[in-house]
């Protein structure tokens, strides 16, 4: 019987139209353009605008787009997983309402929350349901509209992010394409560096929570940087090392677009040449979720069948990891 690998075999993305530049920062906060580009590479990022839309509205365009392009039915989803740490509200799951609206009637779903790694442990999860041989199609979207917890009086972390969403389709490959390997690793030292105080089980939404601002996300730039950069090129290095590849052998590096310090710092530990890493950090910033698969969106034209590609990310938690993906198709 033929090994079953798990592919991806679509992409879909979306961004809102509204762009907040370095340029309208520098009249909100004490900041600058020249400051924020050298010191993050961001120069600009979508937000979401308008009255009762929350991630969702993200997800579900990033599907649309990716149904639109690869002609699949709907009907014949399996499971669609929603990455996201900005769900629509507690309780109710995002990807539930996701699916429903996308046409995914037969389709069971659920959300998976491991901030900036959500679509990273998510790539491991889908596969994981393919190789299993019981699911034929699986929808996984990273969405998050971080604009909602961004407290924009705080030049520390309105600076990095911004809204958007992708999705990919995985589907069984019997070619050896797809998920070859991962590294995914987890530790709770980085619960205060990286967090929302407020909203949860320990300290729950109170008049005092919202007065003291504790519903936007916190985050000890620092100390986050000092564990991302070590954490990131770490992973990086063990999923070559332990596949045997080489910086000839991997085509593309596809790391968490949160710093164009990290993601240098991790090519540079990985041996690549600056043409080899995918990098759209200066048009959308960090959206969290939603980075690897814009990556994958934005630069779908460049990827060839049987392309070796390093996906890495690191997030609060702390969150990290590394998989090692064989590219499954060429764009008609």
């Known amino acids: 019987m033929n090994t079953i690998t798990a592919a991806i075999t679509a992409v879909g993305a979306y961004v809102p139209d509204f762009v907040l530049s370095n340029k309208i920062l520098e009249t909100m906060v004490d900041t600058n353009d020249e400051w924020i580009t050298s010191r993050t590479g961001i120069s600009e990022r979508r937000i979401l605008k308008g009255d009762k839309l929350g991630t969702s509205f993200l997800a ?12 699949i039915n709907p009907a014949d989803i399996d499971l669609v997983i929603v990455a996201t740490t ?26 998976l929350q491991a901030a900036c790694s959500g679509f990273l442990y998510g790539m491991s999860t889908a596969a994981a349901y393919i190789q299993s041989g019981r699911y034929k199609k699986v929808l996984l979207i990273g969405a998050d509209k971080m604009s909602s917890i961004i407290d924009y009086t705080d030049r ?10 992708g999705a990919v389709l995985f589907e069984p490959n019997h070619e050896g394409l797809g998920l070859q390997d991962e590294f995914l690793r987890s530790d709770g030292i980085g619960r205060e560096y990286l967090k929302i105080d407020a909203g949860g089980s320990i300290l729950p939404a109170s008049r005092e ?12 730039g620092k100390t986050v940087f000092k564990y991302a950069v070590t954490g990131m090129a770490d992973v990086s ?26 993601i240098d710092a991790t090519a540079h530990r990985m041996g690549l040449d600056e043409d080899k890493v995918l990098v759209n950090i200066h048009r959308y910033g960090n ?13 779908e034209d460049k990827l060839k069948k049987g392309d070796n590609l390093i996906f890495a990310a690191f997030g609060g938690g702390f969150t990290w990891g590394a998989i090692y993906l064989k ?5 008609q």
């Open 237 to 262: 290095e063990k999923i070559m090392e332990r596949n045997n590849l080489t910086k000839d052998s991997v085509d593309w590096l596809l790391a968490h677009q949160a710093n164009k310090r990290i």
């Open 209 to 220: 929570t919202v007065e003291n601002r504790q519903h936007y996300v916190f985050q000890d």
């Open 287 to 299: 959206t969290t979720s939603g980075t690897l698969p814009l990556l994958l969106s934005d630069f």
């Open 60 to 71: 579900i365009k990033a599907a649309e787009n990716l149904i639109e392009k690869s002609g």
């Open 86 to 111: 900005t769900a629509d509200m507690p309780v109710a799951a995002t990807s539930v309402y996701v699916a429903t609206q996308i046409g995914a009637v037969n389709a069971f779903a659920y959300d």
């Open 156 to 165: 520390a972390t309105c600076i990095i992010f911004g809204d958007g969403a």
């Open 327 to 331: 590219w499954a198709y060429d764009k």
